[in-house]
């Protein structure tokens, strides 16, 4: 399983929201900025993850957008798979339509991997990555180090 460019950069886009939860909106393009990731790009990853009641979009001069929950109650697996779709490795996991089914053996393994996937991704929350990122990024997180 690989996990697309456009997973990669959901992911840093609730990253960005979850560090400024509380703060009030932020603009996209000041996340396309910080991220490095180009503003269209990110417009196509927003809207699915607005849809989903995951991001809330707010209009006007003050607009941007922000987490609609805490960061604490969402999980990287329902970002994922908001973005991806399934994490299965293959799609018979999903949607066993196998004529071998009964006699498959593989799809064990694919069971187990997905599942060894699910636990991992549905482990880690918002805040464990906010929380991740302040220890790795210190002056960022209290004043950018200007001095």
Do not use: F
């Amino acid at each position: 399983m690989k996990i697309s460019t456009r997973g990669r950069y959901g992911i840093r886009l609730m990253l960005a929201l979850a560090l400024q939860h509380g703060n009030g909106t932020v603009p996209l393009k000041n996340i396309a900025k910080d991220q490095n990731i180009s503003e269209k790009y990110l417009e196509q990853i927003i809207n699915p993850l607005t849809k989903s009641g995951l991001v809330k979009s707010y209009r006007g001069a003050q607009g941007g957008y922000a987490l609609n929950r805490p960061p604490e109650e969402i999980t990287v697996g329902e970002v994922l798979r908001v973005l991806e779709g399934s994490l299965s490795p293959v799609s018979c996991v999903d949607h066993p339509s196998c004529p071998n089914l009964d006699s498959c053996v593989s799809l064990s393994i694919w069971k187990r991997m997905k599942e060894a996937v699910d636990q991992v991704v549905d482990d880690i929350t918002l805040a464990d990555m906010a929380k991740e990122y302040a220890e790795k990024n210190p002056c960022e997180a209290i004043t950018r180090c200007d001095g």
